[in-house]
Antibody
Framework: EVQLVESGGDLVQPGGSLRLSCAAS????????MTWVRQAPGKGLEWVSV????????YYADSVKGRFTISRDNSKNTLYLQLNSLRVQDTAVYYC??????????????WGQGTQVTVSS | DIVMTQSPDSLAVSLGERATINCKSS????????????LAWYQQKPGQSPKLLIY???NRESGVPDRFSGSGSGTDFTLTISSLQTEDVAVYYC?????????FGPGTKVDIK
């Protein structure tokens, strides 16, 4: 059974940093693209970033480019998202999601339960 | 960026009746090399994570009831729930994965009338 468990969310001040983790199990982690999606309170889904070994490079939404960094440790079956220079508008539940395939250009067939990031002074 | 729009914003349907949600992309998301539309539909029930329903515009994900179907090509797509059940109350999102950033539609809320 595929499982994705996010952690690392917290209350942080504007300008601060956090690192989110997503522990994966139940599939061969290195074979699939992995994505972060966020959802602000009462709002819709916003795609944030994807990292595929097959594509060999990460991609980011413009809203987080230069501030967030996605990475993965295939030996630990874990996906990360480093959040720097946080803004109030980054407040959201952050989900990690598994790609349907190896390419970044995939639908998202499994999602974690999400981790809450709150940016406030 | 490809802009995804959905209509209606919300709808209420009687139990057992059909629900239809439309999704439109600002440019074609049909990839000519493989003749696939890079369009997915997700269901998000209150307090839960999103769940994949449909991928490649019309392929039902494993375990999804066959009352859910997806159709369309190019820029216009539809999610149909043929006979609405109480457990289908949710917000439904379309997403294009043709071009980065992989944008979502704003969502359509489905309720029971």
């Amino acid at each position: 059974e595929v499982q994705l468990v996010e952690s690392g969310g917290d209350l942080v001040q504007p300008g601060g940093s956090l690192r989110l983790s997503c522990a994966a199990s139940g599939f061969t982690f290195s074979d699939y693209a992995m994505t972060w999606v966020r959802q602000a309170p009462g709002k819709g889904l916003e795609w944030v970033s994807v990292f595929s070994e097959r594509d060999g490079r990460p991609y980011y939404a413009d809203s987080v480019k230069g501030r967030f960094t996605i990475s993965r440790d295939n030996s630990k079956n874990t996906l990360y998202l480093q959040l720097n220079s946080l803004r109030v508008q980054d407040t959201a539940v952050y989900y990690c999601a598994k790609g349907f395939g190896a390419s970044s250009y995939s639908s998202l067939d499994h999602w974690g339960q999400g981790t809450q990031v709150t940016v406030s002074s | 960026d490809i802009v995804m729009t959905q209509s209606p914003d919300s709808l209420a349907v009687s139990l057992g009746e059909r629900a239809t949600i439309n999704c439109k992309s600002s440019q074609s998301i049909l990839y000519s090399s493989n003749n696939q539309n890079y369009l997915a539909w997700y269901q998000q029930k209150p307090g839960q994570s999103p769940k994949l329903l449909i991928y490649w515009a019309s392929n039902r994900e494993s375990g999804v009831p066959d009352r859910f179907s997806g159709s369309g090509s190019g820029t216009d797509f539809t999610l149909t729930i043929s006979s609405l059940q109480t457990e289908d109350v949710a917000v439904y999102y379309c997403q294009q994965y043709y071009s980065i950033p992989f944008t979502f539609g704003p969502g359509t809320k489905v309720d029971i009338k």
